[in-house]
């Protein structure tokens, strides 16, 4: 059998590829925009954990970098723990908070 | 001068296997001397295609490993006497390729033949970097999907960045080829059309190949398209491509609609 109905409506039924094109161009102009920088997050969290640690000693697991990516506003988070500090030190600038 | 070509694509099952085989093949009737080389080691395939799975005795892995010799490892073609494959192992593990033996293999087929058509397997791993990493031109096969046409902006992406040409500060050739293309559903709107995705990845094109139960018949029966029906329409889109290669200019055909009995009918009563 064939079917007539779906024959006739094939003309008018709106056309899918038209959201393919814009969905692929908005989702590539995005990823091009990451490529050659594909790991910020860990470059930040090297060079955080190096600069904090010539410091204070640091547990590398227990630092964590999170970027959260909104609409309007995108927001990096970090997050290290610094473990009991025993002794005394000339230099005062324990304690920072960063986040 | 020796080519090496990589045919390439990041999602699977888009013909890659088919294109190489293809391709090879018509550049092989052309006069050329061509090998194809197989990269998807654990899941070979080319042999399949060939027709010449039977014949593999030793392969790419036992001849990165010094285990066999090149020439004890490749397989001439029984009808075309030009086209000679590589292939994979179907045993080993994709890790037992390594650069350097990759790229002394290369060398040496570089001595021996006109086209060395790189066939990689699916995928951004190992094998697909060392199936492109050598390679002075690129054809990224790409279906009118929108998965497809992502994972050919990464693998394009790629081709610029991780071969040996890009590193050198040279450019790799990048070539598109569009395969299972339905000029019908195209222009209804239900597919991706050849300007949108050739606006999309900015790549000069190769050619389209129509969506054929050719391709799957030839397939069956293991030749590459072009050499069991040459006369057929992914055949000939093929072969102009394999020309287009060549450096012929070819004018680019979109392939015909294929009609229905209602759409002969009703275009009949149009005319």
């Known amino acids: ?99 | 001068m020796a080519k090496v070509l990589v045919v390439t694509s990041g999602k699977g099952g888009v013909g890659k296997t088919t294109s190489t085989a293809a391709l090879g093949a018509a550049l092989a009737q052309m006069g050329e001397k061509v090998v194809v080389v197989d990269f998807d080691v654990g899941l070979r395939n080319l042999d399949l295609v060939l027709g010449a799975e039977r014949r593999v005795v030793f392969d790419l892995i036992n001849v990165v490993q010094g285990v066999a010799k090149l020439s004890q490892a490749l397989i001439r073609d029984k009808r075309l006497e030009n086209l000679w494959l590589l292939p994979a192992s179907q045993t080993r593990d994709k890790d037992a390729l390594t650069d350097e033996g990759v790229s002394g293999i290369i060398a040496e087929l570089r001595t021996k033949f006109d086209w060395i058509l790189c066939d990689s397997p699916a995928g951004i791993e190992r094998g697909a970097m060392l199936a492109m990493r050598f390679a002075d031109e690129a054809i990224i096969v790409a279906n009118p999907e929108v998965s497809s046409v992502r994972d050919s902006d990464r693998i394009i992406g790629m081709l610029d960045s991780k071969t040996v040409r890009a590193e050198k500060g040279e450019r790799v050739e990048k070539h598109l080829l569009i395969a299972r293309y339905d000029t019908a559903r195209a222009s209804r709107g239900e597919m991706l059309n050849i300007e949108d995705i050739l606006e999309i990845l900015a790549t000069p094109l190769l050619g389209i190949i129509p969506e054929s139960q050719d391709v799957l018949r030839a397939s069956n029966v293991g030749s590459p398209v072009t050499l069991n029906d040459a006369n057929s329409a992914p055949a000939r889109a093929y072969s102009d491509a394999a020309r287009r290669l060549m450096g012929e200019i070819v004018p680019m055909m979109v392939p015909a609609e294929r009609k229905g009995l209602m759409d002969r009918l009703l275009g009949r009563r149009a005319a």
């Not at chain 1, 590829?17 to 990451?34: F, K, M, N, Y």
């Not at chain 1, 970098?65 to 600038?93: C, F």
């Open chain 1, 1 to 99: 059998m064939m079917n007539l109905p779906r024959l006739f409506a094939g003309r008018t039924v709106s056309a899918s590829a038209p959201v393919a094109r814009e969905r692929l161009q908005i989702l590539l102009a995005h990823e091009r925009g990451l490529r050659g920088q594909p790991d910020l997050l860990e470059l930040l969290r090297a060079e955080i954990l190096a600069t904090v640690s010539r410091h204070v000693m640091l547990d590398p697991e227990k630092v964590v970098v999170r970027m959260d990516r909104g609409n309007h506003v995108s927001t990096l988070e970090v997050d290290i723990e610094v473990p009991m500090l025993a002794e005394d030190n000339s230099n005062a600038a324990y304690g920072a908070s960063f986040g």
